[in-house]
């Protein structure tokens, strides 16, 4: 019994002492990661204090750009479609095709006009020379009938003239004088209406080339063209659709021209300026391919301010929301042409706010305006119209061949995706 007890006394004296090396096990331990916690708090201070800490980031951004919307000038019926949703298409081609019946009546009807306008007021110019020669012509007449009455006054006291004739004498002379007044009131009178102008210039001529320019705009407008070089998006016409003025038919994104609006908080807005470098990493294409941007200016108020619903911060339960603060950020145009954005698209931008030396707001005016030139030629073949017409009225020799008619066929409808179904 004795020996028992011994043996179990021996065997159960190493415990003490293997609990004692496990506890320093945990203490080292502990002591170890708080150690590495230490100095990965130290490093990262160090690394915020130099180096991040200048540097404000966000994923809430977005690839913004400008949606050009195709609408018509003028009324009518869609009889074809040329572009289709994806299809990229270039600066005045052609997209939508109205039915241009009405309209070619009407541009026939205008040039008919300006036609007899011109050639009645070529008779204007040549009637002045006509009552010119009547006004000679009745000065003649004075001038006889004078002489005659001075004949017989210088021979009435003889006797050889009765004075009946003198009588008849002296009428015919106020009617000479009177025909004579008569026309140089119908000279005067045509001359006031080609006074200071030439056939060109004349109003009623300018009116009727007035009338002749609308109509041909009527014309020409029927073919909806593109304004920008895009990718067409958002097709909404169909073939058949009676469409009006105004009415969005589709739309062309200029993917060259888009920006990234950013969304910071107005906590990180502190310290950015205009001109700052950003870097940007779009989702679609992952963290391997990295765009160079600047930013380009801040939004005059914050998301919640321009929303369609805007915060009623004024009533009774109030709860502070950090707001967020658009951002404009450019691209490099280059950089986009080698991976393109497409609107709407996510990413992570980051600024570079260490120089401040930039302005909070933009202090000069855009540098890159948007326009287009594609409705030019339209007012340009009508003026060359007006003055074809003019010159064949107005005794000119230019040919008599018509003017073709501005995107006069029907556009095509697209192989691929057929835009009439």
Known sequence: MSDNKQASQTAAAPAPAASANNNGKRKRL????????????????????????????????????????????????????????????????????????????????????LAQAVREVRTLYVNNGSLAANVAMREADVARAREDLRRRQAI???????????????????????????????????????????????????????????????????????????????????????VAP??????????????????????????????????????VYGSKVAYDGKVEGFSAGTGSAFSLLPAQNATGNWIKVVQRLPVRIALDPRQ??????????????????????????????????MQTDVYDKVAQDADALIARIISLNNGGRQAAEPMAAPMAAPV????AKPANT
């Open 30 to 113: 502990l002591l170890s990661l708080t150690a590495a916690v230490v100095v990965a708090g130290v490093a990262y201070g160090i690394y915020w204090g130099l180096y991040a800490r200048h540097f404000e980031n966000t994923d809430d951004a977005y690839v913004a750009g400008n949606v050009v919307q195709v609408t018509p000038l003028v009324s009518g019926t869609v009889i074809s479609i040329a572009a289709d949703d994806t299809q990229l298409v270039t600066a005045g081609q052609p997209l939508i095709q109205l039915d241009r019946a009405d309209s070619q009546v009407n541009l026939e009807q205008a040039e008919a006009q």
């Open 156 to 242: 009435a006291g003889s006797g050889a003239v009765s004075g009946e004739e003198i009588s008849h004498a002296q009428t015919a002379l106020q009617a000479a004088l009177s025909a004579l007044s008569s026309t140089r009131e119908q000279l005067a009178s045509n001359k006031v209406l080609t006074d200071q102008t030439t056939v060109e210039k004349h109003p009623n001529v300018q009116r009727a080339a007035a009338n002749l320019r609308s109509a041909y705009l009527a014309f020409a407008r029927s073919t909806l063209p593109a304004p920008v070089t895009g990718y067409v998006a958002k097709r909404s016409v169909q073939v058949g659709q009676r």
């Open 246 to 283: 105004g009415t969005p038919l589709m739309a062309v994104v200029p993917l060259e021209q888009v920006w990234v609006d950013a969304n910071f908080k107005e906590v990180q807005i502190t310290h950015m300026r205009v001109g700052q470098p950003v870097r940007l990493e779009a989702d």
């Open 336 to 369: 986009l042409k080698d991976h393109p954005l497409r609107v709407g698209l996510s990413m992570n931008v980051t600024v570079d706010v260490r120089k401040e030396e930039g302005a909070s707001m933009t202090q000069t005016t855009a540098s890159r305006p």
């Open 412 to 415: 095509a409808a697209p192989a």
